[in-house]
T-cell receptor, first 115, second 116 residues
Framework: KAGVTQTPRYLIKTRGQQVTLSCSPI?????VSWYQQTPGQGLQFLFE???????NKGNFPGRFSGRQFSNSRSEMNVSTLELGDSALYLC??????????????FGPGTRLTVL | GNSVTQMEGPVTLSEEAFLTINCTYT??????LFWYVQYPGEGLQLLLK?????DKGSNKGFEATYRKETTSFHLEKGSVQVSDSAVYFC???????????????FGKGTKLTVNP
């Protein structure tokens, strides 16, 4: 079974631009979560989608948004990029995401560099 | 709120040495506990998990026991290999009151280097 895939793997943008990252979950998984990883803040939860609806959101500004499509693929968008948005963005999928015992499976991440 | 505290690294060991990485947590309710591993340039891989008190998770020679009385989930391996060099993250999973979905809360990570 194919794992979680994320595209692109690497991105370089300049301040003020916007960016869209894509995540394809494991087949049959309907919950997709996004996390930001930085050296200073570590791994932080951005948001979670299930059946095209955002169910949960972390403490990030409104410049960070996402969506999920009917095939469970998800995208996240960051508008008006700031230098501090440079990070590894990780996507994780799980079948339902409605139990604390569910395991989240992670993709390889998208490395975003903002210049 | 929910939080995870794990020992700061880096940790440097010789091959075949014994490994312990400490992890303690604070949580409301009954979280599940996880160890994830991240190799250079890669995403997170699940190493092991435990979903209730006294459960022991194990995989690839690594073990961790869910200790509710000490709110701990320490990672151990009896004999490390060079290939175990990576960053290890302890995490807990809880159901959010917002939407009923789970989310992971991670520790800061511990970098392990194993020398031949």
């Amino acid at each position: 079974k194919a794992g979680v895939t994320q595209t692109p793997r690497y991105l370089i943008k300049t301040r003020g631009q916007q960016v869209t990252l894509s995540c394809s979950p494991i087949s049959g998984h309907r919950s997709v979560s996004w996390y930001q990883q930085t050296p200073g803040q570590g791994l932080q939860f951005l948001f979670e989608y299930f059946s095209e609806t955002q169910r949960n959101k972390g403490n990030f500004p409104g410049r960070f948004s996402g969506r999920q499509f009917s095939n469970s693929r998800s995208e996240m968008n960051v508008s008006t990029l700031e230098l501090g948005d440079s990070a590894l963005y990780l996507c994780a999928s799980t079948r339902w995401g409605a139990s604390s015992t569910d395991t989240q499976y992670f993709g390889p991440g998208t490395r975003l560099t903002v210049l | 709120g929910n939080s995870v505290t794990q020992m700061e690294g880096p940790v440097t060991l010789s091959e075949e040495a014994f490994l312990t990485i400490n992890c303690t947590y604070t949580a409301t309710g009954y979280p599940s506990l996880f160890w994830y591993v991240q190799y250079p340039g890669e995403g997170l891989q699940l190493l092991l998990k435990a979903t209730k008190a006294d459960d022991k998770g194990s995989n690839k020679g690594f073990e961790a026991t869910y200790r509710k009385e000490t709110t701990s989930f320490h990672l151990e391996k009896g004999s490390v290999q060079v290939s175990d060099s990576a960053v290890y993250f302890c995490a807990l999973s809880t159901l959010s009151t917002q939407g009923g979905s789970e989310k992971l809360v991670f520790g800061k990570g511990t970098k392990l280097t194993v020398n031949p």
